[in-house]
């Protein structure tokens, strides 16, 4: 069964730091997304990502949070100056051409800003 | 806006049947997803509807209102590893869902 793959599954980073938080989509995939869950909490749409631009975003996807799928294969989330309260679970997701297939998503990346 | 709302937690026996409800508000609304989501990890699709009625999927069935704003989840013969959070989540016509914050189902033996 095809998978999102997402690196790294950890990642601890100091206050101010920045991170890149990497996903390889499914391959037939067209539409990626980049939501997050913090714990205990439910799961918040960032960003949606469709013919190497983006279509929407959130307002928690402010100037501190970019974007890029700089290849065929990967998408990147780029979170600059990292804050306490980006502490999360970033998943990364796919989704082919239609939404009755869902979205299918990766094992997440748990950051933990210190 | 968006405002999903569902039960916080739910508790049914092994071998019994279980409905989670889901009530939606949601501007540009297309269709309504419902994921499992063992504790820890990724959430997993199992239904989406589109149009009003029931959609069944083996021991899952999935039910839809436009006109009310409802939705439900059906879980069938229940067993232990059911036992997850289930979230219910607004597909958008801009691509993007909201999600509920998720009911906690326990089965019990």
């Known amino acids: 069964e095809p998978e999102v793959t997402q690196t790294p599954s950890h990642q601890v980073t100091q206050m101010g730091q920045e991170v890149i938080l990497r996903c390889v989509p499914i391959?037939?995939?067209?539409?990626f997304y980049w939501y997050r869950q913090i714990l205990g909490q439910k799961v918040e749409f960032l960003v949606s990502f469709y013919n190497n631009e983006i279509s929407e975003k959130s307002e928690i996807f402010d100037d501190q949070f970019s974007v890029e799928r700089p290849d065929g294969s990967n998408f990147t989330l780029k979170i600059r100056s990292t804050k306490l309260e980006d502490s999360a679970m970033y998943f990364c997701?796919?989704?082919?051409?239609?939404?009755?297939?869902?979205?299918?998503f990766g094992s997440g990346t748990r950051l933990t800003v210190v | 806006g968006q405002n999903i709302d569902q039960p916080t937690e739910m508790t049914a026996t092994e071998g019994a049947i279980v409905q989670i409800n889901c009530t939606y508000q949601t501007s540009g609304f297309n269709g309504l997803f419902w994921y499992q989501q063992h504790a820890g990890e990724a959430p997993t699709f199992l239904s989406y509807?589109?149009?009003?009625g029931l959609e069944e999927k083996g021991r899952f069935s999935s039910f839809l209102s436009r006109s009310k704003g409802y939705s439900y989840l059906l879980l069938k013969e229940l067993q232990m590893k059911d036992s997850a959070s289930y979230l219910c989540?607004?597909?958008?016509?801009?691509?993007?869902?909201?999600f509920g914050d998720g009911t906690t189902l326990t089965v019990k033996p």
């Open positions: 509807n589109v149009l009003d």
């Open positions: 997701a796919s989704m082919g051409d239609k939404a009755r297939d869902g979205y299918t």
């Open positions: 391959s037939n995939h067209l539409y």
């Open positions: 989540a607004a597909y958008t016509n801009a691509g993007k869902s909201t």
